[in-house]
């Protein structure tokens, strides 16, 4: 018997693992699917994830082509739609991979999409399809939330980044998609030149923003936007520009001038824009000065003339010759331009002393130089010795190289020239001349006092009062005991830099709002859902500006006055 169960004990040892377990456990009757176990969320997270609370707020920018989204706390913005065509296919359109015979992809963007296709909303409203853009902005966030961040959005709050002179309509239609498609609870609404200035580690700045349909230059003092200027001149204006540098390259390179109506369109907006992206470069600004004064002379003779500023002769790589394959022409065309040549349609279009179409510019067409100094001429003299020393340049073209220095320049030489002697009533009556950028006369100019502190010694000169000796009085001394105690009081502080023109850089509008929704304070304009359903946009508070004292309390404490019992909304700066 013994003898019987050892035998079997060995048997049983010496089958596969998969066999004894079938032996121990028999199969049901019925099949059935075995259990799989899947990891816990406690024990596994995606590391995208880690670190994250389940209540972070989603944050979002609009701009006038790109949707970045993220959450807060983040660094950077996790993923960045843009609204072209391609974002526009139904499913299953296959139609952008078709081949023709002689195996080139089929062109169907050229004539059919303009530029307005690769944008989300326009400058000018009037002839736009508001339904449209509401089905873009829909179809953007559903594929953001669902395949993207992968978050319920009805659980999530909601940090919204747009630009201050955003039109009512679309602000309507932004609110109205999130609350009404996406159920989304709570919705704090941020301005972005505010937002780029808390991500630069400032309290006051003059922010430039060189963005896709316009430039906004916005000053901001105290975390309050104070003066605002703009100016078609930016992105959108740029790539045309450049579409039409490439075309008359591409008739040169063609030697014939047929068909010259649609020549230019012959370029498609990627190839322009990839162009654009990798060649366009800011020439300083005394070698631009040297290239408008020697029209049609040899750089290199240009160089010889220069006498004694060897830093601005072009240099080997500047001489070189790119070559540059077009698909979109007809036929294709390779063509070869020298690498200064790019510089020109980013020195016509943002520091072009004439107006787009000639002569004298237009108030919504100045050179970004010109118009950020009258932005800084416009602001009282307090904020303007601060923020012309805090100036932040953001937006898409800025990161063309050179035009981060070539603006803060600009601004340094009209400084310079005109320093601070026009009124700021007398800037919005005056007109520029023809080079738009024409001093006044004496006679005409009403000084205002100048940012530079002066001695004490030459203001008292100049009041005409009796000195204190033909009073009689003693000369005026000061107290030993006041100068000791501010020379202890100044002892641990750092001078603020004032005065001076100076650029600083910022992390962007998105990493400023990350860092304020991670704070998770109330903001100014705070929107919920229930209220919106009902009452619309309209339903906001009208002519409600908060105070100062609250919105510093709140960036610094985080706490507001009667935050918790507020009975109505108002839309601050975009009221």
């Known amino acids: 018997m013994s003898v019987a169960a050892t035998a079997s004990q060995a048997s049983s040892t010496?089958?596969?693992?998969?066999?004894?377990?079938?032996?121990?456990?028999?199969?049901?009757?019925?099949?059935?699917?075995?259990?799989?176990?899947?990891?816990?969320s406690l024990s596994y997270s995606s590391p995208s994830f880690a670190g994250r609370s389940a209540d972070d707020p989603v944050v979002l920018e609009f701009g006038g082509r790109f949707l970045r989204a993220g959450f807060a706390g983040d660094s950077s913005p996790l993923y960045c739609l843009d609204f072209g065509p391609s974002q526009q296919q139904r499913a299953g359109d296959y139609r952008q991979w078709e081949y023709t015979r002689e195996g080139q992809l089929v062109d169907r963007k050229r004539n059919q999409d303009g530029i307005e296709a690769y944008e989300l909303w326009p400058i000018d409203l009037r002839t736009v399809d508001l339904g449209l853009i509401e089905d873009k902005i829909e179809r953007a966030v559903r594929h953001l939330y669902t395949r993207n961040l992968v978050v319920e959005p009805k659980s999530r709050r909601v940090s919204l980044v747009l630009p201050p002179a955003l039109p009512h309509a679309l602000l309507s239609i932004l609110l109205t998609t999130l609350f009404g498609k996406f159920q989304c609870p709570n919705m704090t609404i941020l301005s972005s030149p505010v937002l780029s200035t808390i991500a630069a580690g400032v309290r006051s700045s003059l922010v430039i923003d060189v963005g896709w349909s316009e430039t906004v230059i916005t000053g901001v003092f105290e975390y309050r936007e104070i003066r605002y200027g703009r100016s078609v001149r930016a992105g959108k204006m740029l790539l045309q520009e450049m579409n039409r540098f490439l075309a008359k390259e591409v008739e040169k390179a063609q030697g014939s001038k047929e068909n010259d109506k649609s020549r230019g369109n012959d370029i498609s907006f990627e190839e322009t824009e990839e162009v654009l992206t990798r060649f366009a470069w800011c020439r300083g600004r005394k070698e631009a000065e040297l290239c408008r004064d020697q029209v049609g002379v040899d750089q290199t003779a240009v160089a010889k003339q220069d006498k004694g500023e060897t830093s601005h002769e072009p240099s080997e790589s500047r001489e070189a010759t790119i070559s540059l394959p077009l698909q979109s022409t007809v036929p294709p065309t390779v063509l070869r331009i020298p690498f200064d040549c790019f510089a020109n349609p980013v020195e016509d279009v943002f520091f072009k002393q004439e107006g787009v179409n000639g002569g004298i510019p237009d108030d919504e067409e100045l050179p970004l130089g010109y118009l950020a100094y009258r932005a800084?001429?416009?602001?009282?003299?307090?904020?303007?010795?601060?923020?012309?020393?805090?100036?932040?340049?953001?937006?898409?073209?800025?990161?063309?190289?050179?035009?981060?220095?070539?603006?803060?320049?600009?601004?340094?030489?009209?400084?310079?020239?005109?320093?601070?002697?026009?009124?700021?009533?007398?800037?919005?009556?005056?007109?520029?001349?023809?080079?738009?950028?024409?001093?006044?006369?004496?006679?005409?100019?009403?000084?205002?006092?100048?940012?530079?502190?002066?001695?004490?010694?030459?203001?008292?000169?100049?009041?005409?009062?009796?000195?204190?000796?033909?009073?009689?009085?003693?000369?005026?001394?000061?107290?030993?005991?006041?100068?000791?105690?501010?020379?202890?009081?100044?002892?641990?502080?750092?001078p603020i830099p004032q005065g001076f023109v100076r650029g600083i850089e910022s992390l962007g509008a998105w990493s400023g709002a990350s860092i304020l929704a991670g704070l998770k304070i109330r903001g100014i304009v705070e929107v919920e859902k229930d209220k919106f359903l009902q009452q619309g946009l309209w339903g906001a508070g009208r002519g409600v500006h908060p105070s100062v004292e609250p919105r510093q309390s709140s960036m610094v404490s985080g706490t507001t006055k009667g935050a918790g019992d507020r009975s109505s909304w108002n839309l601050g700066a975009w009221a």
Do not use: N, Y
Not at 19 to 39: E, I, V, W
Not at 443 to 448: E, G, H, I, K, L
């Open 376 to 494: 800084l001429l416009a602001l009282p003299i307090d904020a303007r010795a601060i923020c012309m020393s805090r100036i932040i340049v953001v937006g898409g073209c800025s990161r063309i190289p050179g035009v981060k220095r070539r603006v803060l320049d600009e601004i340094a030489r009209f400084v310079e020239e005109r320093e601070w002697e026009m009124a700021p009533q007398q800037v919005q009556a005056s007109k520029p001349s023809a080079s738009g950028l024409a001093r006044t006369s004496p006679a005409t100019r009403q000084p205002v006092m100048a940012d530079i502190p002066r001695e004490p010694e030459a203001s008292l000169g100049s009041v005409d009062e009796p000195t204190p000796s033909s009073s009689g009085l003693d000369p005026l001394e000061i107290d030993p005991i006041t100068k000791e105690l501010d020379r202890v009081k100044a002892k641990g502080t750092k």
């Open 14 to 40: 010496t089958l596969r693992p998969s066999l004894a377990r079938s032996k121990l456990h028999p199969p049901a009757s019925t099949p059935r699917t075995p259990d799989r176990g899947f990891p816990s």
